[in-house]
């Protein structure tokens, strides 16, 4: 069976594999495209699914933009867009969203979603920058600027096939940390670039505060990544060590539910996850979760399996 059914907005269960009594984090991948659509976006959500123990999190995933409302966002502890594209928010998901951040909520993005929402400036904020063009796909390295969660299992050197982007501003320029900059000089770009891409070349960054926040409310973290084109990069354990480390330290902001408990949104530890009646959804991981929480560590890595395979 195909697995990666868009047409019925479906969510792939989040497995609730966590270590009982620990904090456990419930984080929602969104990958709707309205432009550009990458195939490796099922091996993306597959592989992320896969460190859902490893990480200690609970992942959804949908297409469906009315999951963008108030009710919902307010219980997950980080939003990810994964290689979405175009214009993946009407104006409600756009406020729900907005309002998410300005509780704390925590952003991770991945590849072309700097390529997404691109007249929505709290949006391209929270993101970093906005994406310009890239050369064609190619060979290249990247080099490791910072000490970092998302950059500790990987070289300093690291020898990439990718797209290696250029954007429409420097990052830096709102406070954002650049962890991996672009060798240049490793990869042909025919290209004219509107902006010099700033010194060194950013291709992932992270932001303490996410500057998505609106004036005056406490910003949770902020994480980008520019690689993740290619299926070959989702089956690439230092691929995975760099979005799973940005995406653990994003959750480390602390300012969501499941690493403190006055927090406003995220996934509560003492309350198992409740996600509401879903009608419209054909697969929903809040129905099963909250027993599988409860079960033995077995039982729990069984009933994740056969809920793999029936989502599978
Ligand atoms: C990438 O993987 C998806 C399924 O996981 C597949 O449909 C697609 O054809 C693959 N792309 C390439 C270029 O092999
Ligand atoms: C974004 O704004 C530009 C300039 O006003 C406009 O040409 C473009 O159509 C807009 N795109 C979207 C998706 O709203
Ligand atoms: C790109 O690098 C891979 C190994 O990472 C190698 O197998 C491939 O031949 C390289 N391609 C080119 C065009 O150099
Ligand atoms: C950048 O790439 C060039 C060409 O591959 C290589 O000679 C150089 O050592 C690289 N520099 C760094 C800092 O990685
Ligand atoms: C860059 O331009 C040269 C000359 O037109 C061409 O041979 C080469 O394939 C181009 N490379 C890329 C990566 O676009
Ligand atoms: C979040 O909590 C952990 C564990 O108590 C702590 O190590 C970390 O410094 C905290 N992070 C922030 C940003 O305060």
């Known amino acids: 069976m195909n697995f990666y059914r868009p047409a019925l907005g479906l969510i792939v269960a989040g497995l609730m594999q966590g270590v009982l009594g620990q904090p456990i984090a419930r984080v ?37 933009q009315n999951q963008f409302n108030d009710a919902n966002l307010a219980k997950y502890d980080a939003i990810m867009f994964v290689s979405t594209t175009g214009e993946v928010l ?67 050197e690291w020898h990439i096939q990718e797209e290696m982007y250029n954007f429409k501003s420097d990052p830096r320029s709102i406070g954002a940390v650049v962890v991996l900059a672009a060798n ?21 960054w992270y932001q303490e505060h996410g500057a998505g926040v609106e004036n005056g409310n406490p910003a949770g973290r902020s994480f980008y990544t520019s690689l993740g084109h290619l299926n070959e990069t989702w089956q690439d354990v230092l691929f ?43 697969l929903h991981s809040g129905d099963s979760s909250g027993a599988i929480e409860t079960a ?3 039982a729990l890595v069984a009933a994740a399996s056969t809920l793999l395979n029936i989502i599978l």
């Open 240 to 282: 995975i060590s760099h979005v799973t480390g940005g995406l653990n330290w994003a959750l480390q902001a602390n300012t969501t539910l499941a690493f403190n408990a006055h927090a406003k949104v995220g996934n509560s530890p003492s309350s198992p996850p409740s996600t509401g009646p879903s009608p419209s959804l054909p």
């Open 90 to 156: 009407d104006d409600a998901g756009k406020a729900a969203f907005q309002k998410y951040l300005n509780l704390g909520g925590n952003f991770v993005g991945i590849h072309s979603c700097s390529d997404s929402l691109v007249n929505t400036t709290f949006y391209g904020q929270e993101v970093g920058a906005y994406f310009d063009y890239h050369p064609e796909l190619q060979n290249a390295t990247v080099d490791v600027l910072v000490d970092h969660p998302s950059t500790q299992g990987l070289p300093k």
């Open 296 to 298: 033995p560590q077995i």
């Open 28 to 64: 929602l991948i969104y990958t709707a495209t309205r432009a550009f659509r990458h195939d490796s976006i099922p091996t993306a959500v597959n592989a992320l699914l896969q460190q859902s123990k490893t990480l200690n999190v609970v992942f959804d995933h949908t297409e469906d």
């Open 184 to 204: 240049e000089s490793s990869y042909v770009d025919n290209g004219t670039r509107k902006f010099n891409q700033g010194t060194p070349h950013p291709s992932a």
